[in-house]
């Protein structure tokens, strides 16, 4: 069935309520005034997600979508006004150090015309605001609009002109988008898969009084990258990758691992005052070769998990429902605006999978000189004032 969307009402089914499910929702809600959508979720509707702590960066292009909306929270968001990236000493050849200092690179919003960057809040806090916003949507027009939280969705099939979700009974659809991501070590493999044999560290620590506020720093490491996320009230998110065979953080107390970090980030930033215990989690890359099969949509980590070395995950899934919207939004033929997505998204997907691998990976690389061309490298890119401009466009709205 190859039916007009202009005359057939849509029935979609969007399994997975985290943010890029919700988000990919509401916008069809609003986008799609015919479409009957059903939001599938294994929470039960009485849970409070609110208190979930965990960090998300969002770009710029992200918080102007949610915004549009109607879905941006009002208080707890950190904007990033600057991000700064540059590798642990030495990282340059000792005469250019010596002549030009170490090697970084600054891209900051005022440069860029821009009031932010991104901003940086926590995974409980968009997710309800979020929430909130599908659950008034669903108010004014239950008719066509339908939580099903609870109910955990145990098989998506294909059938004669779409799909049938099992989640208790069978239902057909004209479409499914599973939005259920889940980390690395708890999914199945999809088409490319690659263990990086390291693992992320992830925790808060307390900036100094007079360390920069609303500054994301990344730090190149022999071990991996860290990286730490502003957050409101003088506190900043911690990402901590090492190798997972040889981990030089598992053993430390948490005052070690303080005094650590305090020799990895730049003197501006440091002392840390504090920092809470960490969890880790592994990491690897794994993605599907395509993010359509048949009447069914794989968007977020459902589609692709990366390394979190770029922290565009989130914003890439995001801007995948975005377009998704927006294609059948169109009208037309199904099929043809599903072959569309494919296309139009694939410039964007697959160069952010493929640099985010190769930085994962060029961390495992013993080669003689490797830190050295790294941070040359940053140094160039800092002395190219348009190369630093067109980077820092992809990361605010991805590749266009």
Known sequence: MNSPLSRTPLRLAVVGAGPVGLALALDAAQRLPEADISLFDARSPQRDVSADPRTLALSLGSVQWLQRLGAWPAEGVQPILEVNVSQQPPSAPPVFSALFGEPEVRIAAHDEAVPMLGAVLSYGRI??????????????????????????????????GGVEIDAGIAEAFDLAVIAEGGVFADQARKAIRRDYGQAAWVGTVELAPGAPRGVAYERFTRHGPAALLPLPDGRASLVWCVESDDDPVAALADAQRLAVLNTIFPAALTPLRSITPLKRFELGLNAERTLTEGRTVRIGNAAQTLHPVAGQGLNLGLRDAAELVNLLRRGGDLDAALRSLEWQRGPDRWALIATTDFLARSFTWVLPGAGAARGLGLAALQALPALKSALARQMMFGRR
Do not use: C, I, N, S
């Open 127 to 160: 997710v309800t605001t979020l929430q909130q916003a599908w659950f008034a949507a669903e108010a004014a027009q239950p008719q066509r609009l339908h939580t099903r939280f609870g109910t955990p969705v145990g098989a998506v099939k294909p059938v004669a």
